[in-house]
T-cell receptor, first 113, second 112 residues
Framework: EADIYQTPRYLVIGTGKKITLECSQTMGHDKMYWYQQDPGMELHLIHYSYGVNSTEKGDLSSESTVSRIRTEHFPLTLESARPSHTSQYLC????????????FGPGTRLTVL | QKEVEQNSGPLSVPEGAIASLNCTYSDRGSQSFFWYRQYSGKSPELIMFIYSNGDKEDGRFTAQLNKASQYVSLLIRDSQPSDSATYLCAVIKDTGRRALTFGSGTRLQVQP
């Protein structure tokens, strides 16, 4: 069972607001990931990190930014939320071993009005 | 062409039957293959992974991998209504990044 947490679980916010989605894991995993998923659609990788002070953009272009100052913490920030950012955001982590199984947090469902 | 292809379904099977879910991938260098289950509104949960050609069994689930055909499948024996969900196939491509590339999922409905 993976110990990976996301807060808030649900967020409804107005256009132009700055938001930070929190993700933390207690497994000591080096690798962490952010995926975006619209209802009924596939997951798209938007950011990943292989360790502290390491962040990279994923396959799907995103206006969000991430930081990795501590191993266990990988927050995602939107400086100015727009309705097009409405989606589910899923955080995952992996131990970075040969098989590299990823475990997902419960997700944050973001609605921008 | 999508990198990971799945039939969106829904695949409908009666309770107790075998459900067969299929996935093809385009990158011949793909290394590891995963099946996740996702209930509506929830996050994906890992069912099993496979990385060698052949079959791998875990309880009611069997994953099958054929690298020559670039094909991976998941069999669910004795299907239960609680198995009704979307099943996501994911691969790790042969790149340094090693992040998952997901298919769009197959929706399974198990009829009581």
């Amino acid at each position: 069972e993976a110990d990976i947490y996301q807060t808030p679980r649900y967020l409804v916010i107005g256009t132009g607001k700055k938001i930070t989605l929190e993700c933390s894991q207690t497994m000591g995993h080096d690798k962490m990931y952010w995926y975006q998923q619209d209802p009924g659609m596939e997951l798209h990788l938007i950011h990943y990190s292989y360790g502290v002070n390491s962040t990279e953009k994923g396959d799907l272009s995103s206006e969000s930014t991430v930081s990795r100052i501590r191993t266990e913490h990988f927050p995602l920030t939107l400086e100015s939320a727009r309705p097009s950012h409405t989606s589910q955001y899923l955080c995952a982590s992996s131990a970075g071993q040969e098989i590299d199984t990823q475990y997902f947090g419960p997700g944050t469902r973001l609605t921008v009005l | 062409q999508k990198e990971v292809e799945q039939n969106s379904g829904p695949l409908s099977v009666p309770e107790g039957a075998i459900a067969s879910l299929n996935c093809t991938y385009s990158d011949r260098g793909s290394q590891s293959f995963f099946w996740y289950r996702q209930y509506s509104g929830k996050s994906p949960e890992l069912i099993m992974f496979i990385y060698s050609n052949g079959d791998k069994e875990d309880g009611r689930f069997t994953a099958q991998l054929n690298k020559a055909s670039q094909y991976v499948s998941l069999l669910i024996r004795d299907s239960q209504p609680s198995d009704s969900a979307t099943y996501l196939c994911a691969v790790i491509k042969d790149t340094g990044r090693r992040a998952l590339t997901f298919g769009s999922g197959t929706r399974l409905q198990v009829q009581p």
